[in-house]
């Protein structure tokens, strides 16, 4: 018997521990962790005064709600038996965070685009991520169930079939697969290609010059961020001495030809900034980098990495250093990453990676889009994490285990509708805490 049909028959053999339509069985744990204790604990390691804008943004809706609950997401998974075939997880792999950005050779792909919470793991902890927010984001929309399936199976469907069609694929080849932007616009109908094509000419926009003018402004003849308390703001105590040490230890991370790059920026300006929902409270910062003269600008983001919401659950990091675990698990997922790739231990030993804050990055308008955009777009995120999941783990086993047939696409819907109900009732329950006072939540920032 040869590597491949064992890899095959290890597949197959187990769907007999973990039938695929099992995966569509979902019912919360009797002792399932109190949601907002979870969410609690983390607060306690995030910036105070940014705690309440955390609440606030996931107030918004059910699915704003779940895209600041992995942690709680994690904890209901972490129950339910799993497959044991491993990939590099995304951790978070819901609807946004996917999206576009430039490669290195300024080509514009569209991939994963978050690896806070990477961690190794069963595939199907992001499969079912992705086909829950599908489901959360169809309900948010107005859709009624059966919409909501449609599009969380369309997710599971494109994954399957893609982990399929790579699994036959030469390592080289499933290395260098990536998705074009290019590629994107035939994969929809021709009634929403003007939009695609809109939000794609408003990606290749989005760079540091473009930050450059709306983030900054010129105070006293000298360029400064904008002050826009609490979501941007200047750090305070930073002298020279402290920012050569940073810059160096983060410089050592990267590749050689990179140094050599960054070293033909000058560093002007940090600021603490607001991003996403999830991250709020985590420390984050901009920092204003100019090259050859004021037009030239580089922003770096620089994004503390704290443990993974997964770890709880699973084999503990082969990484010391959580920023250098989340480079890692974003160059292994991506079929190309940003340059300024890299990692550096903060004041108080914290640990920060380091990107671009703009390089030609897009996402899309989950809350706007037709059934039937909702649908293609969610079975285009299918193909990029089945893509990622392929580079990184076990794919001929998976494939195997996955089949030709629907039943894990029609187990994967059943469980985003369950999940998607969870969903309300919990963010049901956080606006009960907020409106009683036991949590506060700065609305509308």
Same mark, same amino acid.
């Given at each position: 018997?040869?590597?491949?049909?064992?890899?095959?028959?290890?597949?197959?053999? &187990?769907?007999?521990?973990?039938?695929?339509?099992?995966?569509?069985?979902?019912?919360?744990?009797?002792?399932?962790?109190?949601?907002?204790?979870?969410?609690?604990?983390?607060?306690? +390691?995030?910036?105070?005064?940014?705690? @309440? &804008?955390?609440?606030?943004?996931?107030?918004?809706?059910?699915? +704003?709600?779940?895209?600041?609950?992995?942690?709680?997401?994690?904890?209901?998974?972490?129950?339910?038996? /799993?497959?044991?075939?491993?990939?590099?997880?995304?951790? #978070?792999?819901?609807?946004? /965070?996917?999206?576009?950005?430039?490669?290195?050779?300024?080509?514009?792909?569209?991939?994963?685009?978050?690896?806070?919470?990477?961690?190794?793991?069963?595939?199907?902890?992001?499969?079912?991520?992705?086909?829950?927010?599908?489901?959360?984001?169809?309900?948010? /929309?107005?859709?009624?169930?059966?919409?909501?399936?449609?599009?969380?199976?369309?997710?599971?469907?494109?994954?399957?079939?893609?982990?399929?069609? *790579?699994?036959?694929?030469?390592?080289?080849? &499933?290395?260098?697969?990536?998705?074009?932007?290019?590629?994107?616009?035939?994969?929809?109908?021709?009634?929403?290609?003007?939009?695609?094509?809109?939000?794609?000419?408003?990606?290749?926009?989005?760079?540091?010059?473009?930050?450059?003018?709306?983030?900054?402004?010129?105070?006293?003849?000298?360029?400064?961020?904008?002050?826009?308390?609490?979501?941007?703001?200047?750090?305070?105590?930073?002298?020279?001495?402290?920012?050569?040490?940073?810059?160096?230890?983060?410089?050592? +991370?990267?590749?050689?030809?990179?140094?050599?790059?960054? #070293?033909?920026?000058?560093?002007?300006?940090?600021?603490?900034?607001?991003?996403? &929902?999830?991250?709020?409270?985590?420390?984050?910062?901009?920092?204003?980098?100019?090259?050859?003269? +004021?037009?030239?600008?580089?922003?770096?983001?620089?994004?503390?990495?704290?443990?993974?919401?997964?770890? @709880?659950?699973?084999?503990?990091?082969?990484?010391?250093?959580?920023?250098?675990?989340?480079?890692?698990?974003?160059?292994?997922?991506?079929?190309?990453?940003?340059?300024?790739?890299?990692?550096?231990?903060?004041?108080?030993?914290?640990?920060?990676?380091?990107?671009?804050?703009?390089?030609?990055?897009?996402?899309?308008?989950?809350?706007?889009?037709?059934?039937?955009?909702?649908?293609?777009?969610?079975?285009?995120?299918? =193909?990029?994490?089945?893509?990622?999941?392929?580079?990184?783990?076990?794919?001929?086993?998976?494939?195997?285990?996955?089949?030709?047939?629907?039943?894990?696409?029609?187990?994967?819907?059943?469980?985003? *509708?369950?999940?998607?109900?969870?969903?309300?009732? #919990?963010? =049901?329950?956080?606006?009960?805490?907020?409106?009683?006072?036991?949590?506060?939540?700065?609305?509308?920032?």
């Amino acid at each position: 018997m040869t590597d491949l049909a064992e890899e095959r028959e290890r597949g197959r053999a &187990v769907r007999k521990e973990v039938p695929r339509s099992s995966h569509g069985r979902w019912i919360p744990a009797a002792d399932r962790p109190d949601p907002l204790a979870v969410l609690a604990d983390q607060a306690r +390691t995030r910036e105070p005064d940014l705690v @309440p &804008v955390r609440y606030g943004r996931m107030a918004v809706s059910p699915f +704003t709600y779940l895209r600041g609950a992995p942690a709680v997401m994690a904890a209901d998974l972490a129950v339910q038996r /799993n497959t044991g075939l491993r990939v590099q997880l995304c951790g #978070d792999a819901h609807l946004l /965070n996917f999206g576009v950005f430039a490669s290195p050779e300024r080509t514009l792909l569209f991939d994963l685009n978050d690896f806070d919470e990477t961690l190794p793991g069963p595939f199907e902890w992001d499969v079912k991520r992705l086909v829950a927010s599908v489901a959360v984001a169809a309900r948010d /929309n107005g859709l009624p169930d059966a919409r909501a399936r449609l599009a969380a199976r369309a997710a599971a469907e494109s994954y399957r079939l893609s982990v399929r069609r *790579l699994a036959g694929l030469g390592e080289l080849d &499933v290395w260098y697969e990536r998705i074009a932007a290019a590629d994107l616009v035939p994969l929809v109908r021709d009634l929403e290609r003007a939009r695609v094509e809109a939000q794609l000419a408003k990606a290749r926009r989005r760079t540091s010059l473009q930050a450059l003018e709306r983030l900054t402004e010129v105070v006293g003849g000298r360029r400064r961020i904008v002050q826009d308390p609490p979501l941007l703001e200047a750090v305070a105590g930073l002298d020279a001495a402290s920012v050569r040490k940073i810059l160096s230890d983060y410089r050592s +991370t990267l590749p050689e030809d990179r140094r050599v790059l960054l #070293d033909r920026y000058r560093f002007v300006e940090a600021a603490r900034k607001v991003v996403g &929902v999830g991250s709020v409270g985590t420390r984050c910062f901009v920092a204003l980098m100019t090259g050859r003269d +004021t037009q030239d600008p580089l922003f770096l983001q620089i994004k503390e990495a704290q443990r993974s919401v997964l770890e @709880p659950y699973l084999a503990k990091s082969a990484y010391r250093h959580q920023g250098q675990r989340v480079v890692a698990g974003q160059r292994l997922l991506q079929a190309a990453s940003d340059i300024f790739l890299g990692w550096v231990s903060g004041p108080g030993g914290r640990h920060f990676y380091w990107r671009q804050l703009r390089d030609m990055k897009g996402s899309a308008d989950v809350a706007s889009m037709s059934p039937t955009l909702l649908r293609d777009y969610a079975a285009l995120c299918g =193909r990029a994490l089945a893509r990622a999941h392929a580079r990184s783990g076990e794919r001929i086993a998976i494939a195997a285990y996955l089949g030709a047939s629907d039943t894990f696409d029609r187990a994967m819907g059943d469980f985003a *509708l369950a999940y998607a109900e969870r969903t309300v009732e #919990d963010h =049901r329950t956080l606006l009960a805490a907020i409106e009683s006072g036991a949590i506060e939540a700065t609305p509308g920032v």
